[in-house]
């Protein structure tokens, strides 16, 4: 009989002839007749059972190995632009492997979440890397839901989360393995129309929906947030890094000092103010902020630059941050903890008495914190209750800040920025997991003070890097749009206020406005209008101003562990001045408008996700409060029904116009009212209410309330005529669950 060959023999011929793996093909390779054809099949059935073969149909793969024709998935697009595939279905034992697509002109347009099949090559096999040919586009990315598993007698049923969302069917193979009442994550499966429910394929399992966490895991995956970083970024921000003065300037006599809120995790901005001893600036201040440097650890086309540019910024929720930047560094080599050394970028910023910036300078040096401490630390300490505060800081350190800080208040008085009054809302977990209070955060002198610093030092980076000639990211603002400006100026006018017409608008006049509604009835209702007529602030290559801040050049520089924008900034004054190689490349230079867009596009997401999730949470909240009574006033009007935004938690709900009365309400768009045609009673802007909790989904944040009294009005009769003279409509009656308008919070 012929001699078998060995199991390694067997192995290195099936990896370096991918296509000729068959029994057949196998006992010709090796010259194997009769009974030794025998011994060969069970020695591959031996092989299989252990698991280091896989069989498909009559072939033989190594399951650690993907095979030369794959069904991929797009998983990923680098910086660079390049495409990233993974398998459909991954069965080994080993890493998923990531295959690099090569295009060629005439191949299809691939995004990410695309199916093909393609050709692929083993290109280094240690790393376990491929390369892929397209063959043939499947289809473009299939639909994402997130929703909750349920079963039925009418079969298996994911119903979506969303408060306008539709419920999908899934097919016995296609559950995953999912259980009752799972929160679960699927994709479309067929066509996109379909009779009946349409089908989908369930592919991550979350958990109990219940669950602490599940709120903030809900929004990560909704809004597609990465939520854990790729192995090989992880071991790039984990290398042994070290801190060396060279080549820095030595600031750590400075006594630079960090303000933050006391949960913060990460460090990235510290000052430190002293009185100008220049005789012709006397009573003016020299301030110094120094920044962390995370240029020097996140060089640009570097596995640690992709993935944040692909997260664009950190994304917080009540329970977990999402960072921009691996735990490592964000919270440890480039945050600015006190007593330790740290490498920094340095503005010092020499200004007048009345605030007004003289002339300001760079330095890229080695710093050390001389205390970290919480806004409620530092203002306590400055009211006269020092507590914790190390001695001599007070005198030394915060008092000197607060004088040069009460100087920029001076200067922004004269500017006149956009001057809202919006409580920003803050909710507070138990030990569980669960909402044990929902606040609104007290606005402190210490807030103001870091704000004030803040904008400076982003103002002396974009000045210099315009007086450089060096491209940057601008943070701009546009003026709002007529059509939202008459909108504010007649909410005004039906409350008895006014705003200027006529003119080149300026801060100043909404600002006027916003100090005529100050201290009356009118003062939510005007801010939240003036904050709806705003266009959203983005970033772009192009400098056209930030109207809100009015300010003839911004950039944001100050916070670059959670912000890529301010990296892209840091790199700019790394090359304008000459510090490194760790600056601007080419290849930043030329991706810089699709990296204003992709990150003005991920600020938007992450904005949208952590709204969602604080519904959720104020949902769940008043889930156990069904049937009590609130205070309230109504913050927005639609054809369908009121927003109302209750006293107690901020939190927003519906009142659905056919629980009003049965009688037709007319829907004003211009002057934004409800009015029954019968009654005649008015529901406009800003009246106060009283209403009782009807219904809660935390699933979704869907709060629906039943109105009970109006400040100044009668209710209607519940009993009209709405539909007399209507005939019946047949099909499914509408739910009255609809899409709750948000309070946005304000970014600059």
């Known amino acids: 009989m012929t001699k078998l060959p060995l199991r390694a023999e067997i192995l290195d011929w099936i990896a370096q002839h991918p296509t000729q793996t068959a029994k057949r093909d196998l006992a010709r390779a090796f010259g194997l007749k009769g009974d030794a054809r025998i011994e060969l099949k069970r020695l591959l059935k031996s092989l299989e059972d252990e698991g280091v073969l896989q069989k498909d149909k009559k072939s033989y793969r190594n399951p650690d190995l993907l095979p030369p024709v794959s ?82 007698p009418e079969g298996a049923r994911i119903v979506p989360i969303e408060r306008n969302g539709k419920e999908w069917s899934v097919q016995e193979a296609d559950t995953h393995g999912a259980k009752d009442g799972e929160l679960v994550e699927a994709e479309r499966k067929g066509p996109s129309r379909t009779m009946g429910l349409p089908k989908a394929r369930i592919i991550t399992r979350l958990g109990d929906p219940s669950a602490p966490k599940s709120i903030s895991l809900i929004a990560l995956h909704q809004h597609n947030i990465p939520d854990e970083f790729p192995p090989d970024v992880l071991l790039e921000a984990g290398k042994n890094w070290s801190i060396v003065l060279e080549g820095r300037e030595d600031l750590r006599s400075l006594p630079l000092i960090t303000i933050d809120p006391p949960d913060a995790r990460d460090h990235d901005d510290a000052c430190y103010a002293i009185a100008d001893d220049d005789p012709e600036n006397s009573g003016g201040y020299i301030i110094w902020v120094a920044i962390a440097d995370v240029a020097h650890y996140v060089k640009s086309g570097t596995e640690l ?12 929720f009540p329970d977990r941050v999402s960072p921009m930047l691996p735990e490592s560094l964000s919270g440890d080599l480039c945050s600015l903890h006190e007593g330790v050394d740290r490498y920094c970028v340095a503005v010092r910023m020499k200004i007048t008495p009345d605030g007004e910036k003289l002339s300001h300078s760079f330095h890229r040096g080695l710093m050390r914190s001389a205390a970290s401490l919480s806004y409620e630390q530092v203002q306590s300490a400055y009211d006269g209750r020092p507590n914790d505060v190390p001695d001599g800081l007070l005198e030394n350190v915060i008092k000197p800040i607060y004088a040069a800080y009460h100087a920029l208040s001076a200067a922004r008085d004269k500017r006149q920025p956009l001057a809202l009054d919006l409580p920003e809302r803050q909710i507070e977990l138990d030990e569980t997991g669960q909402v044990a209070a929902v606040k609104f955060k007290d606005r402190m002198e210490s807030n103001r003070l870091i704000e004030e610093f803040m904008v400076l030092a982003n103002v002396a980076a974009a000045e ?10 601008f943070r701009v603002h546009e003026e709002p749009a007529k059509e ?39 003062s939510e209702l005007i801010n939240m209008s003036t904050l709806r007529a705003m266009t959203q602030a983005y970033y772009s290559p192009d400098n056209i101003g930030h109207f809100g801040l009015a300010l003839r050049s911004y950039a944001h520089f100050t916070s670059p562990i959670r912000r890529y924008a301010d990296l892209i900034v840091h790199r700019g004054l790394i090359s304008a001045h000459g510090w490194g190689e760790d600056g601007l490349t080419d290849a930043d230079l030329d991706s ?14 992450s904005m949208a996700a952590e709204r969602d999730t604080v519904d959720r949470y104020l949902a769940a909240y008043l889930s156990e409060r069904k049937g009590i009574e609130f205070t309230g006033r109504i913050s927005g009007v639609v054809k369908f029904g009121v927003f109302v935004r209750l006293d107690e938690t901020g939190a927003e709900g519906l009142v659905p116009v056919r629980s009003i009365s049965r009688e037709f309400f007319h829907y004003d768009k211009s002057v934004n009212t409800l009015m029954g045609s019968e009654s005649g009673f008015v529901l406009t802007l800003g009246q106060r209410v009283l209403v009782r909790l009807a219904e809660t989904a935390a699933e979704s944040g869907g709060i629906t309330f039943d109105l009970l009294e109006v400040e100044g009005g009668t209710l209607p009769s519940a009993v009209g005529s709405r539909r007399m003279n209507r005939k019946p409509k047949r099909g499914k009656p509408k739910t009255g669950r609809v899409k709750v308008s948000r309070n946005r919070k304000k970014r600059h």
């Open 592 to 605: 810089l408008t699709q990296t204003a867009e992709r990150i003005s596009n991920t600020e938007r997401r």
């Open 484 to 522: 939202k400006l008459d909108a504010l100026r007649e909410t005004a006018q039906s409350s008895g206020l006014n705003l200027a017409k006529g003119q080149v608008l300026k801060t100043a006049h909404i600002n006027a406005l916003l100090n005529m509604a100050r201290d009356s009835d009118h």
């Open 71 to 152: 069904m991929l998935r797009i998983r990923r697009q680098s910086s660079d632009g390049d495409l990233f595939a993974g398998a459909v279905e991954w069965k080994g034992d080993s890493a998923e492997p990531e295959i690099l697509m090569v295009l060629r002109p005439n191949d299809p347009t691939l995004g990410v979440g695309d199916r093909l099949l393609a050709r692929v090559e083993l290109t280094h096999a240690e790393k376990n890397q491929y390369e892929g040919r397209v063959i043939r586009k499947l289809g473009s990315a299939a639909a994402r839901i997130v929703g909750i598993f349920r079963r039925g």
């Open 464 to 473: 210099t890097l315009i007086a450089k000639k060096t491209p940057l990211l």
């Open 305 to 316: 630059d992709k993935e944040a540019l692909n997260r664009g910024n950190s994304t917080y």
